[in-house]
């Protein structure tokens, strides 16, 4: 045996075939327009994100001013519902004296008074009511005549 028929095979390596420039200008003109497309979706993005931001922060500012109107209303319906109590406590108050007053009058024109006379003035209005309720009256309320 010679050592011709022990030799390993020689290795063949095949060389990848050489690119074509058919096959290269797609591939670089699909990672142009990616690119591009890609370019265009975050310059999106960061429009869309400044305009919630801008958004969030008009927002806030017209929570802020209702907030702050809110605060302004429920201070002077307070101020005004402590100037109603105060004023209704005063007019209790006044009545309340008043009605003393006329109390006071009253037991004063009583004792003056004597108390037959009192009983006396009460009696007349008395009859004179029961009089009047046996005179005839026509249908108008006149008194018929006889």
Known sequence: MSTSEYAPPAATFTN???ANKENVTPI???ITELSESRQELL???KNLKQDLQSWRS???DQVKVYRDELSELKKSL???TEKLRS????LRTTLQQQQDDVAASLKGLSLQDSPAE?????EPEVEKEERQDETP???DGKVAEN
């Open 87 to 90: 004023d209704f406590q005063e």
């Open 28 to 30: 670089s003109s699909k």
């Open 16 to 18: 990848p075939p050489p």
């Open 118 to 122: 009192a009983k006396e003035a009460e």
């Open 43 to 45: 310059n999106r993005m």
């Open 58 to 60: 008009k927002l806030d």
């Open 137 to 139: 009256t026509d249908e």
């Open 78 to 80: 307070s101020e005004e």
